[in-house]
DNA sequence: GCATCCCGGCAATACGAATTAGCGATGGGA
DNA sequence: TCCCATCGCTAATTCGTATTGCCGGGATGC
């Protein structure tokens, strides 16, 4: 251990040093706090005798301490309501998370990932009794859906945070809607571009199929082709048989079919060619997302690209607006770059 | 806000519930740490007077200031010496982190990944001016390889940490050599078994491709063929044309190649096709790895399956030893399962 | 009736670093 | 010789929480 005086506890602090050196704690501080005002309080001789000490025991000061003081950490948080590297959906979240990386290295913060934070009632919670939200300056939100509850006591409690999908504003009793802070696909706007197209390529007839509720994206997904289609066939998919599925849209007249998930419209693709049906000539299929995982559909399925990389990025910086309240709108809508593919082609019939 | 009584920063405290409730901060703190030791001290009357300003203000315990005393934070850190989220290998570490995660959940602790270490000659340190190693308890060390001299002061100043990966002993002036706790995957016992199962199939002539020195994984790997044959041949794969290097091995006569990167094994794969000769009548290749993305070989590649999640998990496991002093020995090598594929066959000649 | 004990609570202190106010010594000017 | 400014450093305080020691009053024991 090379001889190092520690006091009580094993750990050397700065008072440690000022004994070695024999000058005061104060001005072991001032030492290392290098700027220009306190530097030039210490005579060279004492600063160098001081630095010396510092380099023998290999001093570096406890950012805990400093931190209590300052009243910030250098820390941003992550949350997530699952597990942050989960381990079937190989990696969802890697995009967002070498996004928010990238930028915090940029920003010399360090991340914590809220790995403590409790199971209850079958979910995790940020709200807890041993709440460690205050570990970090501010917390990046990730995950398909945000417990309203939750989201709601962060903006009433003014915690500093950051919705990676964008959230609904929240209701603050009685005062202005909650914006929610957030950095969002543009799934509404993706979704109308594509019905657009699906129009001028001579489609009449279009199904919407998944939920088109609850989570904003599924709403801001169907919102979004209604507005170019308002008569859309609504067909829920979950938990139905494809071919089912298939039948009710094509008994319906339905030549193209925007799904919610992309797996389903590669579900869909699977029971029409067992049908004898050929995509796109006999039915166009768009998946309103990006296709994951390696199983890619042959031919190319017609569907977005969600800038996750950049969302996750831009997540951190609209983070640390809120934090020093620079700007005043902390909502963005990041657009979706649309994947041709070939399974989105002219109506035949 | 609900009229949140803030005295000075913003931040509620111990003492804002205490002036509400008409207490001292003594008893709002042993009103919340909740031992039976401090709960029999408090009348049960104020008591549910100070949770009942404490459930008002939403206060929860800042866990910095508790840290600050503690001397302990319930946080581990992460570091590797390239990014947390590569954007290359998509996910080499992502496993490992699965293993982590997991481990750290389990023991309610948070993750800190140390992003704000800055890049000095073109990598990254642990040790820098403002070091943040302090933050957590313990830190789990990511990544291909360790700089000696970070390893070296790591152990020399008593830092709690593990390596995800053996490391060699490390060398503190004059003392018994420094043992760096580590949780590593058996190279030398998979590539040995694997040799034998080559010596097996009648394989006389059999080389090692790639570096077999360096880092450690390299060297065992090279060390489990030698312990096996003797009088391996060994070719640098590194930089090198997979023509030119299967044409050399060839005229050493070899039979069955071990390649320490199963990506060479790809490429002398490759090579020996266009060359007219079949895998493995003709040439064996081993990969003393795992195939990483998915340029999966056909047929399948003899390789080696790296126990990457359980190595996460290990390692918090091992950092909790070190942490505690349980156990004395903090090394734990980890066997590989093989991959049988079929890149492996008898000798033809 | 006096010593003792327990109950319920509080003041004081510690954790480690940063900051403010201020102290003693020195030097220069009048 | 006296006064004041400057230099170089330190004592005291702060951040928010946990812990220790103690104090006053009422009940209990002998």
Redesign the interface.
């Known amino acids: 251990?090379?001889g190092a005086p520690t006091n009580h506890?094993g750990?050397i602090t700065q008072r440690d040093i000022a004994r070695r050196a024999g000058v005061s704690q104060t001005t072991v501080s001032l030492v290392l706090t290098n700027n220009s005002e306190a530097a030039s309080r210490i005579a060279p001789a004492t600063r160098e005798r001081v630095l010396q000490v510092i380099r023998e025991t290999?001093y570096?000061?406890?950012?805990?301490?400093r931190?209590?003081l300052r009243?910030h950490?250098?820390?941003l948080g992550i949350f997530t309501y699952e597990?942050?590297?989960?381990?079937g959906s190989?990696?969802f979240y890697?995009p967002f998370?070498?996004g928010i990386?990238?930028c915090?290295?940029s920003l010399?913060?360090?991340?914590?990932?809220?790995?403590?934070a409790?199971v209850t009632d079958g979910a995790r919670r940020i709200f807890h009794?041993?709440?460690?939200?205050?570990?970090a300056d501010g917390c990046v939100l990730l995950g398909r859906e945000t417990p309203r509850e939750e989201l709601t006591?962060l903006v009433?409690?003014?915690h500093a945070f950051v919705s990676v999908g964008r959230r609904d504003d929240v209701d603050i009793d009685g005062t202005a809607p909650g914006r929610v802070p957030c950095v969002g696909a543009d799934y509404a706007g993706a979704t109308s571009e594509l019905a657009r197209r699906a129009v001028a390529l001579g489609h009449r007839r279009i199904a919407y199929a998944g939920s088109g509720e609850g989570v904003e994206s599924a709403v801001d997904r169907l919102g979004g082709l209604r507005a170019v289609v308002p008569d859309v066939l609504h067909e829920r998919s979950a938990g139905r048989d494809p071919a089912d599925l298939l039948a009710a849209l094509l008994a319906a007249g339905v030549t193209a079919v925007f799904c919610e998930l992309p797996a389903d419209a590669v579900a869909l693709h699977g029971a029409a060619l067992a049908c004898g049906l050929r995509v796109p000539e006999d039915l166009s299929l768009v998946g309103l997302g990006e296709e994951d995982g390696?199983g890619r559909l042959e031919p190319a399925l017609t569907c977005l690209r969600i800038p996750r990389r950049e969302m996750g990025w831009q997540a951190v910086e609209v983070l640390v607006d809120v934090l020093h309240g620079t700007s005043d709108d902390h909502q963005r809508l990041l657009p979706c770059a649309m994947v041709p593919g070939q399974t989105l082609g002219p109506r035949q019939i």
Request: glycine share 8%; charged share 25%.
């Open positions: 251990m090379a506890g750990r290999g570096v000061a406890d950012p805990l301490a931190s209590l009243q950490n250098q820390i597990l942050v590297f989960p381990a190989a990696d890697h998370l070498q990386e990238a915090a290295e010399g913060c360090d991340l914590l990932l809220f790995t403590s409790p009794e041993n709440n460690r939200l205050r570990l006591r009433r409690e003014g390696p």
